[in-house]
């Protein structure tokens, strides 16, 4: 079942407009007699004012509107004035201050009333995206009755926590259908994981028992032969090295399957992922220009996605923010400018836009040999054989 679009038009004036005219000028209602007297700063605080309720959903701001007091009852109403200077240009300004709001925009619906009548006016449902939201200078304001004041720190914090739960949430859901999809792809992988377990551990402990039982024989033939006791005792020696190179092998096996598990690498990246927010941090926490608030919200971006279902596509990004966190140790006084922090990031964007693994390294293995064939294929730390032993050659 899908919600139909709401109009955002109407050739007289709507139910809803009617009603927001009765009910007069309050926290949840604004008039306004001309586009002009609207601001960026008006339509970030009544979405402040949304996010802070959780009862209301919407606020609405009507342009074209003069308010109206009964002398009586000291209650504000409002009547339609009309927009002199067109419904289109009123519209195009609501539309270009709703994109000034920060630091997203806020949801701004815009309803056209009365279109055929001679005092047109627009009725503007106002909505928070990310709150809190501010103006270009940085307030944070929100409505108290027909009057404007800056947000407190509670109230902020309850607004944060409240928009880090709905992203969790959002997040969550994702994630729970892209573990679905997964485990359906997992399934069918289980007997290549049968067979590397085999090949890797199943393998390797059937050789260790064998080897172990001959150390033992070995032991027991030394003990019982006086004549063969140096012979044996040297045997059995050697076949308890073998076992403790067999033991030491297969422990690292052991570690390197665990490690390389989904948790496992999906936990690296998320450490080195907070490693360079605190180095970014500690780099710029004293720089208060635009450039810095700029960067810090294209690093947390990045910083912020989510991590991949993949072993692979974690790993090497793993190894992209070591290289980066390598290249600012590297630098003077271990500490990176904000001109570096610029570069590497756009560099990282740039890779994870378009993910590849990194090329071979190809030494001058001609230019090697032509110097000192000798040399090279003597040393055993000279590039040509260290490249020969790369490729397995003897």
């Known amino acids: 079942m899908t919600n139909e679009p709401k109009p955002s038009r109407y050739q007289e004036i709507s139910a809803e407009a009617q009603r927001t005219l009765i009910l007069g000028e309050s926290g949840r209602f604004e008039f306004k007699r001309e586009a002009e007297a609207v601001s960026v700063k008006l339509l970030a605080t009544l979405a402040n004012w949304v996010a802070l309720d959780p009862e209301q959903e919407v606020a609405h701001l009507l342009v074209g509107v003069d308010e109206v007091e009964d002398e009586a009852t000291?209650?504000?109403?409002?009547?339609?004035?009309?927009l002199p200077k067109g419904l289109d240009r009123a519209v195009a300004r609501i539309q270009d201050l709703a994109s000034k709001t920060?630091?997203?925009?806020?949801?701004?619906?815009?309803?056209?009333?009365n279109v055929s009548g001679d005092k047109p006016f627009i009725r503007v449902e106002v909505r928070p995206t990310v709150p809190p939201h501010f103006d270009d200078e940085g307030r944070r304001q929100t409505r108290q009755g027909r009057s404007t004041r800056a947000l407190t720190d509670d109230e902020l914090l309850r607004v944060y926590l409240d928009r880090e739960a709905g992203?969790?949430?959002?997040?969550?859901?994702?994630?729970?259908?892209?573990?679905?999809?997964?485990?359906?792809?997992?399934?069918?992988?289980?007997?290549?994981?049968?067979?590397?377990?085999?090949q890797n551990i199943a393998e390797p402990i059937r050789s260790l028992t064998a080897t172990a039982q001959r150390a033992a024989d070995a032991a027991e033939s030394a003990e019982s032969s006086a004549d063969s006791a140096s012979a044996s005792a040297m045997n059995a020696e050697s076949e308890v090295s073998h076992v403790q190179q067999l033991v030491k092998g297969l422990q690292e096996v052991v570690e390197d399957i665990r490690d390389q598990t989904p948790d496992s690498v999906a936990f690296q990246l998320s450490e080195v992922r907070r490693k360079v927010w605190w180095n970014f941090a500690v780099d710029t926490y004293e720089h208060t220009s635009a450039l810095a608030d700029q960067l810090e919200e294209r690093l947390r971006a990045l910083l912020s996605s989510d991590i991949s279902l993949y072993v692979a596509r974690n790993s090497w990004e793993d190894g992209l923010w070591e290289d980066v966190l390598d290249e600012r140790m590297a630098r003077y006084r271990q500490r990176g400018t904000q001109k570096w922090w610029s570069e590497t990031i756009q560099k990282i964007e740039g890779y994870l836009s378009s993910p590849s693994y990194s090329a071979p390294e190809l030494p001058a293995l001609r230019a090697a040999l032509k110097v000192d064939l000798d040399h090279e294929l003597d040393d055993p730390e000279s590039v040509t054989r260290k490249f020969q032993g790369l490729l397995g050659m003897s």
């Open 167 to 198: 992203s969790f949430a959002a997040r969550f859901r994702q994630t729970s259908k892209e573990l679905r999809s997964a485990v359906g792809a997992i399934g069918g992988q289980v007997e290549d994981v049968a067979a590397a377990i085999e």
């Open 74 to 82: 000291g209650l504000v109403s409002g009547e339609p004035c009309g």
């Open 102 to 113: 920060r630091p997203v925009p806020v949801d701004a619906f815009i309803v056209e009333e």
